[in-house]
């Protein structure tokens, strides 16, 4: 007899997506909708009252942080992005940090060592693994061709009930994306990116899942380091941002710092969209301040399986041509 466990079985009918089936990459973390609930499932899990978060990051994070009705204290973080620790956590506080584009493994690392109640933010940084024993997630869609999911690794055993999330309404912009082009999905992005916004928590959905097991995560990750590696031997000498470099680290962009006005506008120009992180980091700050300077001359190039090295010397050139302009 059918029941709710077992629904009445559908054969025929119309064929469906074909997407090859694989595995995740993160089999054993709890996947989840966005890496924002993320956040909240750890604030709900551990019950904190005070957060410490860094200036630098994505407004986003505020929703569970202000839906908890959590306290909130900004950060400032140095020249090398690590965090400026003068404040002290305690049993009801945690201290977020960001593995800034996945060049900060180092930092997450020593930190992991001494910081209490640690909560590590890898959106850019997927393929760095979770340290045991420390709350840690991640965000699909900035590595990969997904409209949502996130992954968490939770040091605590609690567990939340939730229901699962359905993706089907934000997924124009990666079809116009592959049937067209990029530039035709993007206002569906802005608008699809506009709908995780407050959303509550949800289990990863069914074709953000088949998605993910369908990545071919080796290739990726090789790719990105190749790309990654090819522009920082171009770029080391003149790039402000000043970072360990590890050949093994698979970061989301290249991060080149150039206190050059307008050049990421002429890259926008010439069709190489590089986004801004983050925006909010202008209302958060004032000019003076390092973090304003990061949001506002950061260059991000992408570095993602979509390109190859003929496309990276495209970059350098472009890049090299417009620093040569005054
Ligand atoms: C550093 C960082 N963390 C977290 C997020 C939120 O990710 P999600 O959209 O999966 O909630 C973003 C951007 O959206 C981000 O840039």
Redesign the pocket.
């Not at 966005?34 to 609930?37: G, K, Y």
């Not at 965000?139 to 900035?142: D, H, I, L, V």
């Given at each position: 007899m059918p029941n709710s466990t077992h629904p009445v079985r559908t054969i025929g009918g119309y064929m469906g997506l074909q997407l090859p089936g694989g595995k995740p990459y993160y089999p054993d973390l709890i996947q989840l909708n966005?890496?924002?609930?993320s956040l909240e499932y750890i604030l709900l899990t551990q019950g904190y009252t005070t957060i410490y978060l860094p200036y630098f990051?994505?407004e986003?994070?505020l929703e569970p942080i202000k839906r908890l009705q959590l306290q909130y204290h900004f950060y400032k973080i140095d020249e090398q992005m690590d965090p400026v620790i003068d404040f002290e956590v305690d049993d009801h506080s945690c201290m977020l940090y960001?593995n800034y584009f996945g060049v900060k493994t180092d930092t997450v690392r020593a930190l992991s060592k001494t910081q209490k109640n640690l909560i590590i933010?890898n959106?850019?940084a997927f393929y760095a693994a979770p340290i045991i024993g420390i709350d840690t997630f991640y965000?699909?869609?900035?590595f990969f061709g997904v409209p949502?999911?996130?992954y968490l690794y939770a040091r605590s055993s609690r567990r939340l009930e939730l229901s699962k999330d359905s993706s089907v309404d934000r997924m124009s912009h990666l079809v116009k994306a592959a049937d067209l082009n990029v530039e035709a999905g993007y206002a569906d992005y802005v608008r699809n990116n506009d709908v995780?916004i407050n959303n509550e928590i949800k289990v990863m959905s069914n074709l953000t899942q088949q998605l993910m097991a369908a990545v071919e995560y080796d290739d990726c990750a090789k790719k990105r380091r190749e790309h990654f590696a090819f522009l920082h031997e171009r770029f080391k000498d003149i790039n402000e941002f000043k970072f360990h470099y590890s050949p093994e680290d698979t970061p989301m962009v290249y991060p080149l710092l150039i206190a050059k006005d307008h050049l990421k506008s002429q890259l926008i120009e010439r069709k190489i969209f590089v986004a801004t992180?983050?925006p909010n980091v202008f209302e958060w700050t004032s000019p003076d301040a390092l973090e304003y300077h990061f949001a506002q001359h950061m260059i991000s190039l992408p570095i993602d399986q979509r390109y190859n090295l003929d496309d990276m010397k495209y970059l350098v050139e472009t890049v090299e041509s417009l620093l040569v302009k005054t």
């Open positions: 966005t890496a924002r609930n990051t994505c986003v994070l960001t933010d959106a850019q965000s699909c869609r900035k949502d999911g996130a995780l992180y983050w």
